[in-house]
């Protein structure tokens, strides 16, 4: 395992109301939402926070060093705070930088808060201008793409393909229907998967609205603690056990056209995660997955990467229902990207539902046998991933 | 006290006297509105030279959206997502879906019979609209920039991993695989064969110019011969977007004046 300093957990979850549009506040009071209910699960005050670590979308609402007129919102008067921002795994990354903050020993406890407020800002437009301003940006399309849909139906037959994206697309929006916080909640039905395939307008390729997560306004607070305020605090805090960061800028170009030979960002972290944890089986000794998935494309051909499957194990797992809530193997009870996507929340929002889950404060989508240990991922910018480990048990 | 509630054929009858003008400004277009239910019908919206007229009927709308009378009225009073709708297939959409995007703000919001005051002196919210325009100027430096000349030479130049012999193109400074710097240039193509494909139905502004690209359009991915390893990112002749399959033959258009940029090539397209 990763030699840490000290132990850290986390206390408290905050998230505001996710929506496509929160016109009734502006992004300090969006972000106040947020910081007050984590304050509130952790049972502490802003007087309480050494540290604040902000990130959203570099320029998404075209605001420059937003952390600085969120202040306020945020509890972040006379304390240390740090800008992040790493592209759509930017939560993740506060949460890793949290993590490492309070295990120096420099902080004890230390708040994330990633916010997006999309219908402020234009998303295409940021995304696009992320890629290489000489050759790159000119052919980028935001972050759609019909790529993933075409790659899989290559593979896979398109009938199968899209067939197992479809369950997994309605097996989200069940989740979602749980969770009072999401964006998204369609009440969608299996039965409806022809005509909402039909009806659903294409975007890229075979890659229709249906299948695409949404564009959300919304923040995340998340409160990570030392080992001895988490245990004063807290009576079952969640645990972070490791994380690790991996990307691949350099071969962008290459992977997107499927020609490379190198192992995924999220096959590659997972494994290396595996490895210096003695999992060997993540498949049964992870109880729940809150994985971060732009579209369902994604979202099933990554959880052959993420549990280093072969073949269409993926497939199979999704045809069955094994990733449903009270499935063998729950992915996304919070409802997952799809239904809720403050971008630069979102990861973090993941990292935050497995921690509530590892914590028993779900609610009504927490998932229904004991958490002892749950997985989260960000991903983001060019094939950036990040995956966070959280256990009921204090690592030692 | 009012006699009369809130409906579907009041939202159409108050459309005319709430009308954005900044929004309507430059507009042309016309929006066919089809409403099922006891208390729907049938409307087509046109919005020309800044004005904007209701009428009743379809009249030969360029888009037409159809809704039951609940959701249509939910969608107005604000009770209701338009994009929760649309996704859960309880709005329907046939036609230019595009010219949607342009109509978002043209009318102000729909207020019950009664309340049409109480909204203007309710509304507080203050929305500033901005069109940023920045001039910018990059350095190539010289990889990319040899690259980029050899463009308005009509040649395509990739250069060599002295290590594992994968070709880069557009070149760049080091091999993206084994972390050494790459300094041998070679010609490849200019016609290769189309790997994938991605087409684009759905308009992304185009973020040099603000303005919204036609579509169907294509980005693709060429292996061009003599290239090993690396594909060429372009994009694909949209005409040919019916033929495109992986291993298609490709050349590359050119543009008559070519200056040094990705534009130097118009595109590539399918030879027969």
């Given at each position: 395992?990763?030699?840490?300093?000290?132990?850290?957990?986390?206390?408290?979850?905050?998230?505001?109301?996710?929506?496509?549009h929160?016109?009734?506040?502006?992004?300090?009071?969006?972000?106040?939402?947020?910081?007050?209910?984590?304050?509130?699960?952790?049972?502490?005050?802003?007087?309480?926070?050494?540290?604040?670590?902000?990130?959203?979308?570099?320029?998404?609402?075209?605001?420059?060093?937003?952390?600085?007129w969120?202040?306020?919102?945020?509890?972040?008067?006379g304390?240390?705070?740090?800008?992040?921002?790493?592209?759509?795994?930017?939560?993740?990354?506060?949460?890793?930088?949290?993590?490492?903050?309070?295990a120096?020993?420099?902080?004890?406890?230390?708040?994330?808060?990633?916010?997006?407020?999309?219908?402020?800002?234009?998303?295409?437009?940021?995304?696009?201008?992320?890629?290489?301003?000489?050759?790159?940006?000119?052919?980028?399309t935001?972050?759609?793409?019909?790529?993933?849909?075409?790659?899989?139906?290559?593979?896979?037959?398109?009938?199968?393909?899209?067939?197992?994206?479809?369950?997994?697309?309605?097996?989200?929006?069940k989740?979602?229907?749980?969770?009072?916080?999401?964006?998204?909640?369609?009440?969608?039905?299996?039965?409806?998967?022809?005509?909402?395939?039909?009806?659903?307008?294409?975007?890229?390729?075979?890659?229709?609205?249906?299948?695409?997560?949404?564009?959300?306004?919304?923040?995340?607070?998340?409160?990570?603690?030392?080992?001895?305020?988490a245990?004063?605090?807290c009576?079952?805090?969640?645990?972070?056990?490791?994380?690790?960061?991996?990307?691949?800028?350099?071969?962008f170009?290459?992977?997107?056209?499927?020609?490379?030979?190198?192992?995924?960002?999220?096959?590659y972290?997972?494994?290396?995660?595996?490895?210096?944890?003695?999992?060997?089986?993540?498949?049964?000794?992870?109880?729940?997955?809150?994985?971060?998935?732009?579209?369902?494309?994604?979202?099933?051909?990554?959880?052959?990467?993420?549990?280093?499957?072969?073949?269409?194990?993926?497939?199979?797992?999704?045809?069955?229902?094994?990733?449903?809530?009270?499935?063998?193997?729950?992915?996304?009870?919070?409802?997952?990207?799809?239904?809720?996507?403050p971008?630069?929340?979102?990861?973090?929002?993941?990292?935050?539902?497995?921690?509530?889950?590892v914590?028993?404060?779900?609610?009504?989508?927490?998932?229904?046998?004991?958490?002892?240990?749950?997985?989260?991922?960000?991903?983001?910018?060019?094939l950036?991933?990040?995956?966070?480990l959280?256990?009921?048990?204090?690592?030692? | 006290?009012?006699?009369?509630?809130?409906?579907?054929?009041?939202?159409?009858?108050?459309?005319?006297?709430?009308?954005?003008?900044?929004?309507?400004?430059?507009?042309?277009?016309?929006?066919?509105?089809?409403?099922?239910?006891?208390?729907?019908?049938?409307?087509?919206?046109?919005?020309?030279?800044g004005?904007?007229?209701?009428?009743?009927?379809?009249?030969?709308?360029?888009?037409?959206?159809?809704?039951?009378?609940?959701?249509?009225?939910?969608?107005?009073?604000?009770?209701?997502?338009?994009?929760?709708?649309?996704?859960?297939?309880?709005?329907?959409?046939e036609?230019?879906?595009?010219?949607?995007?342009?109509?978002?703000?043209?009318?102000?919001?729909?207020?019950?019979?009664?309340?049409?005051?109480?909204e203007?002196?309710?509304e507080?919210?203050?929305?500033?609209?901005?069109?940023?325009?920045?001039?910018?100027?990059?350095?190539?430096?010289?990889?990319?920039?040899k690259?980029?000349?050899?463009?308005?030479?009509?040649?395509?130049?990739?250069?060599?991993?002295?290590?594992?012999?994968?070709?880069?193109?557009?070149?760049?400074?080091?091999?993206?695989?084994?972390?050494?710097?790459?300094?041998?240039?070679?010609?490849?193509?200019?016609?290769?064969?189309?790997?994938?494909?991605?087409?684009?139905?759905?308009?992304?502004?185009?973020?040099?110019?603000?303005?919204?690209?036609?579509?169907?359009?294509?980005?693709?991915?060429?292996?061009?011969?003599?290239?090993?390893?690396?594909?060429?990112?372009?994009?694909?002749?949209?005409?040919?977007?019916?033929?495109?399959?992986?291993?298609?033959?490709?050349?590359?258009?050119?543009?008559e004046?070519?200056?040094?940029?990705?534009n130097?090539?118009l595109?590539f397209?399918?030879?027969?």
């Open positions: 395992m990763k030699k840490k300093n000290r132990n850290v957990a986390i206390i408290g979850v905050g998230q505001s109301r996710f929506s496509s929160r016109e009734d506040v502006n992004q300090p009071e969006l972000i106040h939402e947020a910081v007050t209910e984590a304050l509130e699960m952790a049972g502490l005050t802003v007087d309480d926070l050494d540290c604040i670590v902000h990130g959203n979308m570099e320029l998404f609402e075209m605001v420059h060093q937003p952390d600085l969120h202040s306020l919102g945020m509890g972040a008067y304390k240390e705070v740090l800008r992040i921002t790493t592209g759509g795994t930017t939560g993740a990354t506060i949460a890793a930088a949290a993590d490492n903050l309070v120096s020993g420099l902080h004890d406890v230390v708040v994330a808060v990633g916010f997006e407020k999309l219908q402020e800002g234009h998303t295409t437009g940021g995304i696009t201008n992320m890629n290489d301003p000489l050759w790159g940006r000119n052919l980028q935001g972050a759609l793409t019909g790529m993933q849909a075409e790659i899989m139906g290559l593979e896979f037959g398109p009938e199968r393909a899209r067939n197992a994206v479809m369950h997994y697309r309605i097996i989200m929006d989740h979602a229907m749980l969770n009072d916080k999401a964006h998204r909640r369609l009440g969608l039905e299996f039965d409806q998967i022809e005509a909402l395939t039909k009806n659903s307008p294409v975007l890229m390729g075979e890659m229709r609205m249906i299948d695409m997560c949404s564009q959300s306004d919304g923040a995340c607070a998340v409160i990570f603690a030392s080992e001895a305020v245990k004063k605090h009576a079952q805090p969640a645990w972070i056990k490791d994380h690790i960061t991996v990307h691949r800028e350099e071969t170009s290459i992977d997107t056209s499927g020609m490379t030979t190198q192992e995924m960002t999220h096959r972290a997972a494994r290396k995660l595996y490895e210096r944890n003695g999992i060997k089986d993540p498949r049964r000794e992870i109880d729940v997955f809150e994985m971060y998935d732009p579209s369902n494309w994604w979202g099933t051909d990554w959880l052959r990467e993420f549990l280093l499957l072969e073949g269409d194990e993926h497939l199979r797992m999704i045809e069955k229902h094994e990733i449903a809530i009270d499935g063998s193997f729950p992915v996304n009870p919070s409802g997952g990207v799809i239904a809720s996507n971008i630069g929340a979102t990861a973090l929002v993941r990292v935050g539902e497995a921690a509530l889950q914590m028993g404060k779900a609610g009504a989508h927490q998932v229904p046998r004991p958490v002892n240990t749950a997985l989260a991922s960000g991903f983001g910018g060019t950036w991933t990040v995956l966070f959280l256990t009921r048990e204090v690592p030692h | 006290m009012t006699d009369q509630e809130a409906s579907v054929k009041h939202v159409f009858q108050t459309m005319e006297s709430r009308v954005n003008a900044e929004a309507a400004a430059g507009l042309t277009a016309s929006y066919g509105y089809r409403i099922t239910g006891e208390n729907g019908g049938e409307w087509t919206v046109t919005v020309k030279d004005s904007v007229k209701v009428i009743e009927g379809l009249h030969d709308p360029q888009v037409v959206t159809t809704a039951s009378d609940q959701d249509f009225l939910a969608l107005n009073l604000g009770a209701l997502d338009a994009m929760t709708a649309f996704s859960a297939g309880r709005i329907q959409v036609g230019n879906m595009n010219l949607l995007g342009p109509a978002a703000r043209l009318f102000k919001k729909y207020m019950p019979p009664g309340m049409e005051g109480v203007e002196q309710r507080e919210l203050i929305r500033l609209n901005q069109i940023l325009s920045i001039p910018q100027t990059f350095s190539t430096g010289p990889i990319m920039g690259f980029l000349k050899g463009l308005k030479d009509k040649r395509i130049l990739a250069n060599v991993c002295p290590q594992c012999g994968r070709y880069q193109v557009p070149p760049r400074e080091v091999c993206a695989m084994c972390r050494v710097r790459v300094t041998e240039f070679r010609e490849i193509g200019p016609e290769g064969a189309l790997t994938i494909a991605d087409i684009a139905y759905y308009a992304s502004p185009d973020p040099l110019t603000g303005e919204t690209r036609e579509t169907p359009y294509a980005a693709a991915h060429f292996m061009l011969d003599g290239c090993v390893g690396g594909t060429f990112w372009h994009e694909l002749n949209p005409a040919d977007i019916p033929r495109a399959r992986p291993g298609a033959r490709v050349r590359p258009v050119w543009a004046n070519r200056t040094g940029s990705i130097d090539i595109h397209e399918i030879v027969d």
